[in-house]
């Protein structure tokens, strides 16, 4: 039976003489004096707390004379100081001198002195998908359910040593911080766009025009010339560094070294560019009935009636806290257009469902389901506005609304209260791109020059793109994330195809069933969702019941907080 302290007993199953347990006792006392001389005063203070038996004496016994009971409770003694020794002054390796901790990496705990470095500002253009994510925006006071984006963001910037905010826990106090969209729960983004100020690789000059070191002492000979930095080539590898902290969602796609002056990722934006993905048929179809299909010719119709400068405040949800009065925004462009190629599932061909009434004017004998967006160009957009915009144009397109409902809901004289329709869902939604003209141009084209991942970093004259296509490269890992969700698809689709195809295929109604006949039964309604919801019967949007106006609803909220009575005596305007 072992007697020995359990550390101990892993070294005493090999040892089983005496001599050569004092060999390891004698092993042990020097280990523990090369521990002490590199600690310094930690011998000290840990001879301070442990047991007078346990500090190794100035002149060793010959242990070659104890007993093997006394041999055994020496070591668990030594074993016990030098773990002490190890908490205390951490293990240092030969040629990373300072850094306690394993060989060549350095101590998390290490002051990071920012005055030590330059910066700059820059622009990052972001991707991420948003179903993890409480939108993108962090409040600092409000505790939600799952992390944000912004959040992330943050976290990877300021463990890379790129930011130094001067304030509490997440925040960009000092960073010149600045964000294009604020995009909602569950909704994601392709073309994100931030301003921040950065760590740069620039080096910082050594002497000014006085003479003078940067320590302030003066010097008598002239700092040696410098190198041209080159703000592209010799600068910190941004992107890399970024997507190597981000979660696999969360992805930085490029940065802009040259932000004009002044520029901020929101007011510089002049336009947002949306994309709302959906199929055809939009939900599961059945036999002989047109449920499931869109009219996407009814639905182009109505999209194209949104173009120009409109008053949306039938199309959004109202925040009484911002006191929003201009309900105006421009629409550059707004279409149904098809994403392809789309995959097919076998069982939509079959003569007993609707799909080649409803192709578009595409080819009858096309692959379904397809794929469509709702695409959208902006300037600016409200609160929930393209939800609301592409609620609508379901409608439209399952029938229940003529495309005409677009121009009555935009006509504010007509309609100054929104009808109570519930909005489309969030997951389908994509911030696509975010675009920054220069002033004056009607056109509207990109000005900022972006650099994208892996460009200008390559091999044998850009033949090899590591950062780009290499094994840890942006594509590689995002092939990884789509490759398994493809793979969930194809598996989904093949069981849907099978599902179908084995069973009867009896109609369950009337594909000619006119207006009439489809308002005395109860409707499935789709917004943008995995599957349609069963409805009741239909209510037309215009026989709705209606909102508040927005000036009942801001004056309410302005009542509630004081704002009026701040408002009397000047203090701010809320126009």
Known sequence: MRICHPPACRHLSALHNPPSFARFVELMERKIDTKEQ???????????????????????????????????????????QVSTLTLTTGTRKPGNPGNPGKPGKPSSQRRFDPSRYSSRLVALKLAYLGQRYNGFEHHANSRTPLPTVEEELWKALWKARLIF??????????????????????????????GVRVRSNRPLEA?????????????????????????????????????????????VLAWCPSPPANFSARFSCRERRYRYFFTQPAYSPVPGSPEGWLDITAMRDGARRFEGLHDFRNFCKVDAAKQISNFERRIFHSDIEEVKPSAGLAFLWRPEFSGKHYTGGGNADDVFPKVYTFTLHGSAFLWHQVRHMVAVLFLVGQGLEAPSVVSELLDVERSPCRPLYEMATDAPLVLWDCIFPRDGDAERKESLEWIYVGEGESQNGGAVNYARYGHTGIVELMWKYWRKRKMDEVLAGSLLDLVVLQGPHAPVGRFGDGPEE??????????????????????????????ESVEVINARYAEKKGLNKIKDDGNINLG
């Open 165 to 194: 905010p001067t304030g509490e826990g997440v925040n960009w106090e000092g960073c010149e911080y600045s964000k294009c969209g604020r995009t909602d729960k569950g909704v994601s983004a392709f073309g994100q766009v931030i």
């Open 38 to 80: 590199e600690a310094g005063e930690a011998a000290s203070t840990s001879a301070s707390f442990l047991p007078s038996a346990t500090i190794t004496p100035p002149h060793p016994p010959d242990y070659g004379t104890w007993p093997h009971a006394r041999l055994v409770a020496r070591i668990s003694e030594l074993e016990f």
């Open 207 to 251: 002497v000014d025009e006085e003479g003078a070191s940067s320590d302030g002492s003066a010097t008598s000979e002239p700092a040696a010339p410098t190198p041209p930095f080159d703000p592209v080539a010799d600068e910190l590898p941004y992107t890399q560094m970024l997507n190597r902290l981000l979660p696999a969602d969360i992805r």
């Open 518 to 547: 489809v308002a005395k039964r109860t409707r499935k309604i789709f917004d943008g969702g995995d599957a349609a919801s069963l409805k009741g019967l239909y209510v037309p949007i215009m026989k709705k019941p209606r909102m």
